[in-house]
């Protein structure tokens, strides 16, 4: 299962937008919609109305939707989970998410977030994740996390999966914060990077490639005209590059070139 959440965990739309992305990429078909009555406050989350059939008016309401996928040339199915972060009744949601996920034969859940940080959008969008599974831990050079203080829906989907007996691990994106509007393509992909890693298969990049370049040029763009934003990017740099860049560390020139031989092998 792959889990993704609106909101807290959901700088710029960067976690979200991934688990849309494999939705679309995989024709992935709705599974189950939970009931939003007991975990929503529809004055935070209001639902929607619009035009359906016949002019008919439909309420769309802030429900918890998971999907059921079958990526091609994979053994494994895949379930995709979207929502955005309950108001209330946590344990009750997690225990309702996790229950539907065991009578499905989940095995792994990787839940997806997303940060505002200091991070210059000229350098790749860093990707930080933690697990406590050894099996995670390994194939994708994770450690347990560390911190302390807040947590979000997440991080409590993630324990009670844990207490269940699901491996579990968590990836978060750091999206730069002075371009904080949705949506962070850029992001995006680094998510679906990392996500490819903790799976083990190529994940179909559609036409994020071209959205990330798009929204690399707006950025350009952007900062070209506004000198004070250039000089702190400047900034962000100068201390960005001198300190260690996982990004170009030998482990992730590696999994970068697993990443590109899986794809090579399996074309979109």
């Not at 350098?123 to 390994?138: C, F, I, N, Q």
């Not at 990330?212 to 950025?219: E, H, I, S, Y």
Request: proline fraction near 7%; glycine fraction near 6%.
């Amino acid at each position: 299962m792959v889990a993704a959440f609106e909101g807290w965990n959901d700088a710029a739309d960067a976690a979200s937008g991934t688990v849309d992305h494999l939705i679309e990429e995989w024709d992935a078909e709705l599974l189950i919609e939970l009931d939003p009555e007991d975990f929503y406050d529809f004055q935070v989350h209001r639902p929607h109305v619009h035009s359906g059939d016949d002019d008919e008016r439909v309420i769309t309401w802030p429900a918890p939707t998971i999907y059921h996928a079958r990526p091609r040339r994979s053994e494994r199915d895949v379930l995709l989970l979207r929502a955005p972060e309950p108001n209330f009744r946590w344990k009750a949601f997690c225990s309702t998410v996790i229950g539907v996920a065991k009578l499905a034969g989940v095995s792994e859940l990787i839940t997806l977030g997303a940060l505002l940080a200091d991070s210059p959008h000229t350098r790749p969008v860093p990707v930080s994740g933690s697990t406590t599974d050894v099996t995670l831990m390994d194939r994708m050079s994770l450690e347990p996390s560390r911190y302390t203080g807040p947590v979000g829906i997440t991080t409590v989907l993630n324990e009670t999966a844990s207490r269940e007996g699901i491996a579990t691990a968590s990836l978060w994106a750091a999206v730069p914060h002075y371009l904080a509007e949705p949506p962070c393509p850029k992001a995006t992909l680094a998510l679906l990077g990392a996500l490819e890693d903790a799976v083990g298969m190529p994940l179909p990049q559609g036409v994020l490639v071209e959205m990330t370049d798009a929204w690399q040029r707006g950025a350009e763009d952007l900062t070209s005209r506004d000198a004070e934003i250039a000089e702190y990017v400047e900034a962000l740099e100068n201390e960005r590059d001198t300190s260690d860049l996982p990004e170009a560390s030998g482990d992730a020139i590696a999994r970068e070139f697993e990443r590109y031989l899986r794809r090579r092998d399996d074309p979109e």
